[in-house]
């Protein structure tokens, strides 16, 4: 067997945190590999061509195809090595750092990581996996492959559609199949708040009279082979259904944007742990998951909202997986009260700078004026107060954590108190 | 009035007030959302992103943009245009596709490069 | 006093004067009026024999709800107008693909109709795939005639098509604190039935299977229980029956036949009438209805739906084998053999099934319901099961009798005709001896008339498509070398190869949908469902075929994917 290659980073995916990563290892010296599953770089930015990309990166609006090429353009110039339709089958961990093996048509190789840098992205949640019942006809999809069709494929997944599920990727996708002549009836949120950016409610429902209905959900599809129609059902607060509140919409699809889950097979097969709350792994201020020299960012780490930030996890993530040197951490817990969805990261390394630490919270409800609040053994570290706070709406901030003596045993907290006006 | 601001993804709800010639705002975060209001009452503008055909072997349609905003009630106009137009390849992201596209003033530009 | 009698007094104190029963020869014929289908089921029900000494035919109306018709393809046309065939064989489910993979070890001409887009499309892709050892069978009954000898034959057939089978087991779990004392001396009665079975201490149970709850006391163990991919298998025999000369005619309904002097002389179907020699009626859940155009009604079949979920691969540990406690598989109170919990052929954890009467034949429809109380019925075995493990659920439709037996004979007033008839659990195991046997009957009637030799040229053996994910780096290396498609993952989830899904497409049963695909190297069939895969999927079955984009259908006629192109000039090109 020959001799299997060995790189100081690989990062599998080339999707936005995927070529972020690569290209900050890269400008760190790190000798980079980057796997890309499909035949062009770009992830699911090459189907996003709507704009509001890259306005906290670059301070204007590009469609996703835009933001992902001005990184494809510098990735080509760089030194970064790239697979693209290659496959990785499997990790394990070996003396050197992580064992890959790589399927494309080429044959099946192996190689060797010393760092490890998973950006594979997030999957939908399905129709099955909201326990829609009834049959299975044609015409059911989720907003990202009814996106894929329209905007990759050319060609109309629908005519007349009921979306369910008030997530932005079902809200542009209202607009974008109402632009191309589609009928879209309404979209359907279970929740009683809707799930995406309030601007994409304006832009992409208010501006082309698409009603909204939330509490209601949809539970049940009719049709043999093609969709002929849904059952839409109000639900009470605890999302189950309301009996005698069914109504049946005629419709030829149901498009669903009911969720995104993180995807991190490869991760579990190197039995990382994850965050129940995010779906991802655990990791660290800089990206390091719970095993040594193994990095996640972007969508994998957690669902993010703006590409720009995927970015910013991306960078961090291969500037650190380029100057890991299999160095101990000294771990500490970030623990967040029960008034977020989720926090990340969820440890501190002490052995790193903890100066500037870039955290990022979703809260759990919707909230008016609220203060945050970041204490290390009952003492404020750092106060924020929002005007207002919103599940879907994910907040950034920069923490520095050297103000209070800190170790192992301290105890970081984190609240969200809403404040009066 | 209430109005949602479009601009950036804090998505501002402003208040409105005409006072005379004069409009009130409040709840707006930066001087963005004061401009998108007045447009938004006097003539109200979208950037509009949708594909185009193309004559590439491996992208059937390619994805492109207004490079600036066009009046709101113009989107389907313009799509009707779009719809009868094919980009040829090789095309570099930024490349303008159509230009000044229905007197709006607006070009058509791509939105991502493609050489096959 | 009479049967009928008997059995009229008992419909007297039910349903008043409505249904009267009326017996001629071994044959009880029900009719009347009733309100719903479940009375009309329930008056079926307290008739039928237990000793199976006589047959129920059901004819009373239930006037809410009766039958629904048989979907028929919208395909007309005269593809088979004329042409005659030594042997028609209606329904290409397990059991039809079967017989006429058996019946082409003969020079005889064989014509498979199949009224859906693809063969397995019913019951025989919609079951738990489990090969069962045949626990509750009783003595006598053909089910257990024909589940002994097609569980023998196993290895055998699954080795010659190319189909992955694994003789798992399957653990029969006790809660009851007296079991131990007396389960031990059961595995004889099982000995005498033929089904293997052994003592198991509940140490033993848990050492195989350490997820199960841990109240168990003891349990069985019924080693010869298998599973396999059902639909894997009916593709492999109907593939195999194609490759040995059979011909395979899909979107074919049979609509009428045409029978004088108890001899069936033609059979009418949509694309055409055919004159054959014999018929097989293997026609599942509408055997009855064949049997009825074939003149020679003597059973009636009530629908049972049954819903099974299937949970992602992460929460296969849970399970190694079959898994169930006593009273936990559907057993009990309905007649059909719930397997419990079952760990699949191609990893995943299989729920269910559960039972529910229904009177459409065609009703895939799942429930709410119908996941939960299967959920919470199989939990009390196995308490790790989680809903949201759930990637995905399905229903079938079982085609039982009232006597809760196979209808396995020659005909009895027609006589060009055999019934593989009311087959449902267990007519997966089962399938491959009654291939054999139903093939010899036929065989024997044509050989009334003529002369039938064997086929020396007949190949048992089937090259499946392979699994490139599951080859060593060797041999996976060799693949891609030969054809780099190999080497191109389409689907993330099963790890299934664009080579994969291009040789799914050019096989001897014609495949060109995107469930087709799924069922034979399972693009779709993973955690995501098809939502990234899907769209590549249509996208290969497009370039293969030739036919554009929105032409490619999900599964049957009707079900495009996508309607037109979104730009006006791609539809000028």
Request: charged letters at 25%; hydrophobic letters at 35%.
């Given at each position: 067997?020959?001799?299997?290659?060995?790189?100081?980073?690989?990062?599998?995916?080339?999707?936005?945190?995927?070529?972020?990563?690569?290209?900050?290892?890269?400008?760190?010296?790190?000798?980079?590999?980057?796997?890309?599953?499909?035949?062009?770089?770009?992830?699911?930015?090459?189907?996003?061509?709507?704009?509001?990309?890259?306005?906290?990166?670059?301070?204007?609006?590009?469609?996703?195809?835009?933001?992902?090429?001005?990184?494809?353009?510098?990735?080509?110039?760089?030194?970064?090595?790239?697979?693209?339709?290659?496959?990785?089958?499997?990790?394990?961990?070996?003396?050197?750092?992580?064992?890959?093996?790589?399927?494309?048509?080429?044959?099946?190789?192996?190689?060797?990581?010393?760092?490890?840098?998973?950006?594979?992205?997030?999957?939908?949640?399905?129709?099955?996996?909201?326990?829609?019942?009834?049959?299975?006809?044609?015409?059911?999809?989720?907003?990202?492959?009814?996106?894929?069709?329209?905007?990759?494929?050319?060609?109309?997944?629908?005519?007349?559609?009921?979306?369910?599920?008030?997530?932005?990727?079902?809200?542009?996708?209202?607009?974008?199949?109402?632009?191309?002549?589609?009928?879209?009836?309404?979209?359907?949120?279970?929740?009683?708040?809707?799930?995406?950016?309030?601007?994409?409610?304006?832009?992409?429902?208010?501006?082309?009279?698409?009603?909204?209905?939330?509490?209601?959900?949809?539970?049940?599809?009719?049709?043999?082979?093609?969709?002929?129609?849904?059952?839409?059902?109000?639900?009470?607060?605890?999302?189950?259904?309301?009996?005698?509140?069914?109504?049946?919409?005629?419709?030829?699809?149901?498009?669903?944007?009911?969720?995104?889950?993180?995807?991190?097979?490869?991760?579990?097969?190197?039995?990382?742990?994850?965050?129940?709350?995010?779906?991802?792994?655990?990791?660290?201020?800089?990206?390091?998951?719970?095993?040594?020299?193994?990095?996640?960012?972007?969508?994998?780490?957690?669902?993010?909202?703006?590409?720009?930030?995927?970015?910013?996890?991306?960078?961090?993530?291969?500037?650190?997986?380029?100057?890991?040197?299999?160095?101990?951490?000294?771990?500490?817990?970030?623990?967040?009260d029960?008034s977020?969805?989720?926090?990340?990261?969820?440890?501190?390394?002490?052995?790193?700078?903890?100066?500037?630490?870039?955290?990022?919270?979703?809260s759990?409800i919707e909230r008016g004026k609220t203060k945050l609040s970041v204490t290390?053994?009952?003492?404020e570290?750092y106060t924020k107060i929002y005007r207002a706070l919103?599940?879907?709406?994910?907040e950034?901030?920069?923490?520095?954590?050297?103000?209070?003596?800190?170790?192992?045993?301290?105890?970081?907290?984190l609240s969200l108190k809403e404040v009066s006006k | 009035?209430?109005?949602?601001?479009?601009?950036?993804?804090?998505?501002?709800?402003?208040?409105?007030?005409?006072?005379?010639?004069?409009?009130?705002?409040?709840?707006?975060?930066?001087?963005?959302?004061?401009?998108?209001?007045?447009?938004?009452?006097?003539?109200?503008?979208?950037?509009?992103?949708?594909?185009?055909?193309?004559?590439?072997?491996?992208?059937?349609?390619?994805?492109?943009?207004?490079?600036?905003?066009?009046?709101?009630?113009?989107?389907?106009?313009?799509?009707?245009?779009?719809?009868?137009?094919?980009?040829?390849?090789?095309?570099?992201?930024?490349?303008?596709?159509?230009?000044?596209?229905?007197?709006?003033?607006?070009?058509?530009?791509?939105?991502?490069?493609?050489?096959? | 006093?009479?049967?009928?009698?008997?059995?009229?007094?008992?419909?007297?104190?039910?349903?008043?004067?409505?249904?009267?029963?009326?017996?001629?020869?071994?044959?009880?014929?029900?009719?009347?009026?009733?309100?719903?289908?479940?009375?009309?089921?329930?008056?079926?029900?307290?008739?039928?024999?237990?000793?199976?000494?006589?047959?129920?035919?059901?004819?009373?109306?239930?006037?809410?709800?009766?039958?629904?018709?048989?979907?028929?393809?919208?395909?007309?046309?005269?593809?088979?107008?004329?042409?005659?065939?030594?042997?028609?064989?209606?329904?290409?489910?397990?059991?039809?693909?079967?017989?006429?993979?058996?019946?082409?070890?003969?020079?005889?001409?064989?014509?498979?109709?199949?009224?859906?887009?693809?063969?397995?499309?019913?019951?025989?892709?919609?079951?738990?795939?489990?090969?069962?050892?045949?626990?509750?069978?009783?003595?006598?009954?053909?089910?257990?005639?024909?589940?002994?000898?097609?569980?023998?034959?196993?290895?055998?057939?699954?080795?010659?098509?190319?189909?992955?089978?694994?003789?798992?087991?399957?653990?029969?779990?006790?809660?009851?604190?007296?079991?131990?004392?007396?389960?031990?001396?059961?595995?004889?009665?099982?000995?005498?039935?033929?089904?293997?079975?052994?003592?198991?201490?509940?140490?033993?149970?848990?050492?195989?299977?350490?997820?199960?709850?841990?109240?168990?006391?003891?349990?069985?163990?019924?080693?010869?229980?298998?599973?396999?991919?059902?639909?894997?298998?009916?593709?492999?025999?109907?593939?195999?029956?194609?490759?040995?000369?059979?011909?395979?005619?899909?979107?074919?309904?049979?609509?009428?036949?045409?029978?004088?002097?108890?001899?069936?002389?033609?059979?009418?179907?949509?694309?055409?009438?055919?004159?054959?020699?014999?018929?097989?009626?293997?026609?599942?859940?509408?055997?009855?209805?064949?049997?009825?155009?074939?003149?020679?009604?003597?059973?009636?079949?009530?629908?049972?739906?049954?819903?099974?979920?299937?949970?992602?691969?992460?929460?296969?540990?849970?399970?190694?084998?079959?898994?169930?406690?006593?009273?936990?598989?559907?057993?009990?109170?309905?007649?059909?053999?719930?397997?419990?919990?079952?760990?699949?052929?191609?990893?995943?954890?299989?729920?269910?099934?559960?039972?529910?009467?229904?009177?459409?034949?065609?009703?895939?429809?799942?429930?709410?319901?119908?996941?939960?109380?299967?959920?919470?019925?199989?939990?009390?075995?196995?308490?790790?099961?989680?809903?949201?493990?759930?990637?995905?659920?399905?229903?079938?439709?079982?085609?039982?009798?009232?006597?809760?037996?196979?209808?396995?004979?020659?005909?009895?007033?027609?006589?060009?005709?055999?019934?593989?008839?009311?087959?449902?659990?267990?007519?997966?195991?089962?399938?491959?001896?009654?291939?054999?046997?139903?093939?010899?009957?036929?065989?024997?009637?044509?050989?009334?008339?003529?002369?039938?030799?064997?086929?020396?040229?007949?190949?048992?053996?089937?090259?499946?498509?392979?699994?490139?994910?599951?080859?060593?780096?060797?041999?996976?290396?060799?693949?891609?070398?030969?054809?780099?498609?190999?080497?191109?993952?389409?689907?993330?989830?099963?790890?299934?190869?664009?080579?994969?899904?291009?040789?799914?497409?050019?096989?001897?049963?014609?495949?060109?949908?995107?469930?087709?695909?799924?069922?034979?190297?399972?693009?779709?069939?993973?955690?995501?469902?098809?939502?990234?895969?899907?769209?590549?999927?249509?996208?290969?079955?497009?370039?293969?075929?030739?036919?554009?984009?929105?032409?490619?259908?999900?599964?049957?006629?009707?079900?495009?994917?996508?309607?037109?192109?979104?730009?006006?000039?791609?539809?000028?090109?």
């Open positions: 067997m020959n001799k299997e290659k060995l790189y100081d980073v690989v990062v599998i995916g080339g999707g936005p945190a995927g070529l972020a990563a690569a290209l900050s290892a890269d400008e760190k010296g790190a000798s980079v590999l980057l796997i890309e599953r499909e035949a062009r770089l770009g992830g699911i930015l090459k189907q996003c061509i709507h704009d509001g990309f890259g306005l906290v990166r670059f301070g204007k609006k590009m469609a996703g195809p835009e933001y992902a090429q001005t990184f494809i353009d510098k990735i080509e110039k760089s030194k970064v090595h790239i697979s693209l339709l290659t496959f990785a089958t499997s990790i394990e961990k070996c003396d050197d750092g992580v064992r890959l093996t790589l399927v494309n048509c080429d044959g099946v190789e192996t190689i060797i990581a010393k760092s490890l840098v998973l950006s594979t992205g997030c999957r939908e949640r399905t129709a099955r996996q909201i326990a829609i019942h009834g049959t299975r006809p044609a015409g059911v999809y989720t907003a990202g492959s009814a996106q894929y069709y329209t905007n990759v494929l050319g060609y109309m997944p629908t005519k007349k559609c009921v979306i369910l599920g008030s997530g932005d990727i079902g809200l542009i996708m209202a607009r974008r199949l109402t632009l191309e002549g589609a009928t879209v009836i309404g979209v359907y949120e279970a929740k009683p708040t809707p799930s995406g950016l309030t601007r994409n409610i304006h832009q992409c429902l208010h501006d082309f009279n698409i009603p909204l209905y939330t509490s209601q959900t949809v539970t049940r599809v009719f049709g043999k082979e093609r969709l002929e129609a849904v059952e839409v059902t109000m639900v009470d607060e605890n999302m189950c259904p309301i009996k005698g509140t069914s109504k049946i919409i005629e419709c030829d699809s149901l498009i669903l944007s009911v969720g995104l889950i993180p995807e991190n097979e490869l991760a579990e097969s190197l039995n990382v742990a994850c965050d129940n709350r995010t779906k991802g792994p655990v990791c660290d201020q800089n990206y390091m998951t719970m095993q040594d020299g193994i990095f996640v960012c972007g969508n994998a780490l957690h669902v993010n909202d703006l590409v720009d930030y995927v970015s910013e996890s991306g960078e961090g993530a291969g500037k650190s997986a380029a100057q890991y040197q299999n160095e101990k951490r000294r771990l500490v817990e970030i623990n967040p029960n977020f969805l989720y926090v990340v990261p969820q440890r501190l390394n002490l052995e790193k700078p903890i100066d500037s630490v870039v955290m990022f919270f979703r759990n290390v053994d009952d003492k570290v919103r599940p879907p709406e994910m950034r901030i920069s923490i520095d954590f050297t103000k209070l003596p800190i170790d192992e045993k301290s105890v970081i907290k | 009035m209430n109005i949602v601001c479009i601009v950036c993804p804090n998505g501002c709800c402003i208040e409105v007030n005409r006072n005379g010639d004069q409009l009130e705002m409040s709840g707006n975060l930066c001087e963005r959302g004061r401009k998108f209001v007045e447009a938004e009452l006097t003539n109200p503008t979208r950037s509009l992103t949708t594909t185009m055909r193309s004559n590439s072997e491996i992208m059937p349609v390619i994805p492109v943009r207004t490079d600036g905003e066009i009046p709101k009630d113009m989107m389907f106009d313009v799509m009707a245009v779009i719809n009868q137009g094919c980009v040829k390849v090789p095309v570099k992201c930024g490349d303008i596709v159509v230009k000044d596209i229905l007197g709006t003033g607006c070009n058509m530009i791509a939105t991502c490069s493609v050489n096959i | 006093m009479h049967i009928v009698d008997q059995l009229n007094r008992k419909l007297d104190a039910r349903f008043g004067d409505k249904v009267r029963a009326q017996q001629e020869g071994d044959v009880v014929t029900l009719t009347g009026h009733v309100d719903t289908w479940m009375e009309k089921v329930e008056a079926g029900r307290m008739c039928a024999s237990k000793q199976r000494s006589y047959y129920i035919v059901n004819d009373i109306v239930s006037e809410k709800e009766d039958i629904l018709p048989m979907r028929v393809p919208p395909i007309k046309d005269t593809l088979l107008e004329g042409k005659h065939y030594d042997a028609v064989i209606i329904g290409a489910g397990i059991v039809g693909s079967a017989i006429a993979r058996e019946l082409a070890r003969y020079n005889i001409s064989i014509l498979l109709l199949e009224k859906e887009h693809d063969v397995a499309m019913q019951a025989s892709s919609r079951n738990d795939g489990m090969v069962h050892p045949g626990i509750d069978l009783k003595k006598g009954t053909q089910k257990q005639k024909y589940n002994k000898l097609g569980n023998e034959m196993y290895d055998k057939v699954c080795e010659e098509l190319g189909v992955p089978f694994q003789r798992v087991g399957q653990y029969l779990g006790f809660v009851q604190k007296g079991a131990k004392y007396v389960l031990p001396l059961t595995p004889v009665h099982w000995h005498k039935m033929g089904v293997p079975c052994k003592y198991v201490s509940r140490k033993e149970l848990l050492e195989k299977e350490p997820h199960l709850n841990k109240e168990v006391v003891c349990g069985l163990s019924f080693p010869s229980a298998g599973i396999v991919c059902p639909y894997n298998l009916t593709i492999a025999y109907a593939e195999n029956a194609v490759d040995n000369g059979v011909k395979l005619s899909l979107d074919t309904a049979v609509l009428n036949m045409n029978v004088q002097n108890g001899v069936i002389t033609s059979v009418v179907t949509n694309r055409g009438t055919i004159y054959p020699g014999v018929v097989i009626n293997a026609a599942g859940v509408f055997s009855d209805e064949v049997a009825q155009m074939a003149n020679d009604r003597f059973f009636s079949i009530h629908p049972r739906k049954g819903t099974n979920a299937i949970l992602d691969k992460k929460a296969a540990y849970q399970v190694q084998t079959i898994a169930s406690f006593l009273g936990t598989a559907s057993t009990k109170t309905t007649h059909s053999k719930g397997g419990g919990v079952v760990s699949t052929i191609d990893g995943n954890l299989l729920i269910g099934p559960d039972a529910v009467e229904t009177n459409d034949k065609e009703d895939y429809a799942t429930t709410k319901e119908s996941v939960a109380s299967t959920f919470a019925k199989q939990g009390i075995a196995s308490p790790l099961l989680k809903i949201p493990d759930i990637i995905t659920y399905f229903t079938g439709v079982r085609a039982p009798t009232y006597e809760e037996d196979f209808v396995i004979t020659k005909g009895r007033k027609t006589k060009n005709l055999v019934h593989a008839a009311g087959i449902q659990s267990p007519g997966l195991t089962a399938a491959p001896a009654i291939g054999v046997s139903v093939a010899k009957m036929a065989v024997e009637l044509l050989g009334e008339s003529k002369e039938v030799t064997l086929n020396k040229n007949f190949n048992p053996i089937r090259k499946a498509i392979p699994r490139t994910a599951e080859l060593s780096i060797e041999e996976r290396n060799q693949l891609i070398k030969q054809n780099p498609d190999y080497g191109v993952i389409v689907c993330r989830c099963e790890e299934v190869s664009r080579g994969e899904i291009i040789d799914a497409l050019h096989r001897s049963v014609p495949c060109d949908t995107v469930d087709g695909v799924k069922r034979r190297v399972r693009p779709g069939m993973g955690r995501c469902q098809g939502g990234f895969c899907g769209p590549l999927v249509t996208g290969i079955i497009a370039k293969e075929k030739g036919i554009s984009i929105d032409e490619v259908l999900k599964s049957g006629y009707g079900s495009e994917l996508v309607y037109n192109p979104t730009k006006e000039a791609l539809q000028n090109e």
